[in-house]
């Protein structure tokens, strides 16, 4: 659950997807700039989760 581990997840400044905490370039649209505050992180995840109820996007930036 990224809501339970915000420190692990950052949200990137372009594209607004989350990503995993030590990833550099963002995988959707290769930018470089991230906010890992975990407030910032936590209000993303469920944002993103109430759009989507299936999260592969999420799953795969993760795994990635
Ligand atoms: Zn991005």
Do not use: W
């Not at 990224?2 to 030590?22: H, K």
């Amino acid at each position: 659950m990224i809501a339970s581990n915000p420190l692990d997840y950052q949200v990137c400044e372009g594209c607004e997807s989350i990503v995993g905490a030590g990833t550099v370039v963002c995988p959707n649209c290769h930018g470089y700039r991230f906010d890992n505050d975990p407030i910032r992180v936590v209000d993303q995840a469920l944002i993103l989760g109430s759009r989507e109820k299936r999260s592969v996007t999420l799953e795969d930036l993760v795994e990635g």
